[in-house]
């Protein structure tokens, strides 16, 4: 090992780099701080190990990260991919739309297959929606189906997504755990407003009545298309 004594070391040239390079496998230390010798990927971030060892790595940003964002237009179906269990262990879906077709219901549908399908056999899903749209009471309606929905009963609309001038719907979706040996299940906060002057919030609870790793949903109206916007965001399984 080669030792330099000196208060300052100076490049000659002006305006030049001043260089370091060790021989062969060496490492550069300074003030006992050990240096990577090769450069990481785009946007990574220099760690410590504690010991003195320095080393690139993935950016932490906190405890979620911002998986994808999307606009949609005149859409029938909304597929929603992207989930990573190596690095999220839950995800939150923030939505606004506006449908082609007045009264129609939000439909919710997973994908096993990273999206590649949709599961929506006539009992693949158990969900119950409770809507307050101005009926004396809120109406709770259970049942299981091919999806999980927004609906007031068997055959009546939930009104939730409507057409008129200024008329549109927001939601949240919280997913957690898809990829666990259990059944899926899934919470979303919906609100719908008419001109009419009435503001309709509900909540939708359902469950993929199957013990398979949820890697995709998809949104859909129950009736024509939809036009609005998203943002996908996963929860990290570590905060560095």
């Known amino acids: 090992m080669s030792t330099i004594l000196t208060n300052a070391v100076t490049a000659v040239t002006n305006n030049s780099n001043l260089t370091l390079l060790p021989n062969g496998t060496g490492k550069i230390v300074i003030d006992g701080l050990t240096y990577p010798i090769a450069d990481g990927s785009a946007n990574q971030v220099v760690k410590t190990n504690g010991s003195g060892v320095l ?80 009926s004396s009471p809120p109406v709770d309606f259970t049942a299981d189906g091919p999806e999980g929905r927004t609906t007031r009963g068997a055959s009546n609309g939930g009104f939730l ?11 949240e979706v ?45 949104l859909s109206p129950s009736a024509g298309n939809i036009t609005g916007r998203y943002v996908f965001v996963g929860i990290n399984k570590t905060v560095t």
């Open 55 to 134: 080393s690139f790595t993935d950016a932490g940003g906190g405890g979620s990260a911002v998986i994808a964002r999307a606009t949609f237009s005149t859409q029938t179906a909304v597929p929603i991919t992207g989930f990573d269990s190596s690095k999220y262990d839950a995800y939150k879906i923030y939505w606004e739309m506006t449908p082609s077709t007045d009264g129609a219901d939000l439909r919710y549908r997973t994908s096993t297959n990273g999206g590649s399908s949709y599961d929506s056999g006539s009992s693949d899903y158990r969900w119950r929606h409770i809507i307050n749209d101005g």
């Open 161 to 171: 997504l409507s057409a008129g001038t200024g008329e549109h719907a927001v939601g």
């Open 174 to 218: 919280t997913i957690i755990a898809p990829d666990s040996t259990g059944y899926t299940q899934i919470i979303a906060d919906n609100l719908g407003f008419h001109t009419n002057g009435i503001v309709q919030y509900s909540k939708l609870y359902f469950a993929r009545l199957s013990a398979a790793d949820v890697d995709a949903i998809q």
